[in-house]
């Protein structure tokens, strides 16, 4: 399987002129840690995450980012730099512009090898260098889950259905005196035979049912009555 087969396709973006009211109001709609911001071609040129909007003036922050013995050994440029990631208010001033990103075709191992390395949620996926779409731990958990649902179990043949179903009805103790027979044909049971109870007709359908397998159940069951002898038929 490949990136492409995966992504998530319709994402959220921010150009790198953009507010980051607009990237934040982007990240809580879409409950995401973190959006690709791209050009004008749609290129991938960085992307805003919920860490590089920790240290900011407007919730009190950023004061303790001051180390005093880094800037007398980096110079007030530091500072200078500190200043723009905590009280600017566009998106290329506080982006990370370092991206670990994928090709479409790249194979799901090395996105998940990416997400192990990089201890990242989500990898955005590039075509000729454009954004496309977007690989996220769920995106891998959702593939995961489809793969199994179609791995089909092995079908058990007629005959095993017929002697499952068989089993169950002998060993239940409200069979009595009623005699059942069974045949399968694809997958589909009918049944035949007398019961003298008709209440036992459910519990024969229901045993039927219940053995996985099994497609459908046609009941052809008689009922006799035994005081009687009225004769009447099961319905399909």
Do not use: C
């Not at 995450?49 to 180390?67: A, K, Y």
């Not at 958990?141 to 007629?158: M, S």
């Not at 109870?197 to 049912?209: C, F, S």
Request: hydrophobic share 45%.
């Amino acid at each position: 399987m490949q990136a492409r087969d995966v992504m998530t396709t319709q994402v959220a973006t921010v150009g790198p002129d953009a507010a980051i009211e607009t990237a934040i109001a982007l990240m809580t709609q879409q409950r995401v840690s973190g959006v690709p911001v791209v050009d004008a071609e749609g290129r991938l040129v960085g992307i805003l995450t919920e860490g590089d909007l920790l240290r900011r003036v407007e919730i009190g922050t950023d004061d303790h980012l001051r180390r005093p013995f880094l800037d007398l050994l980096m110079g007030r440029g530091r500072e200078a730099v500190e200043y723009v990631r905590s009280h600017s208010r566009r998106v290329s001033d506080l982006m990370t512009e370092e991206i670990v990103s994928v090709d479409d075709d790249a194979p799901l191992r090395e996105v998940v090898r990416l997400m192990e390395k990089r201890r990242v949620r989500r990898v955005p996926v590039l075509r000729n260098r454009r954004l496309v779409g977007v690989v996220s731990r769920h995106d891998l958990i959702v593939a995961l889950g489809r793969e199994l649902q179609e791995i089909e179990a092995p079908r058990p043949t007629d005959a095993a259905l017929a002697a499952k179903i068989q089993g169950e009805i002998l060993n239940a103790h409200w069979l009595g005196s009623s005699s059942v027979g069974i045949t399968v044909e694809g997958g589909v049971v009918t049944l035949e035979g007398v019961i003298h109870d008709e209440r036992v007709r459910a519990a024969i359908r229901v045993a039927a049912e219940n053995v996985p397998g099994v497609k459908a159940v046609h009941d052809e069951i008689v009922f006799v009555e035994p005081q009687t002898g009225a004769i009447s038929a099961g319905v399909m």
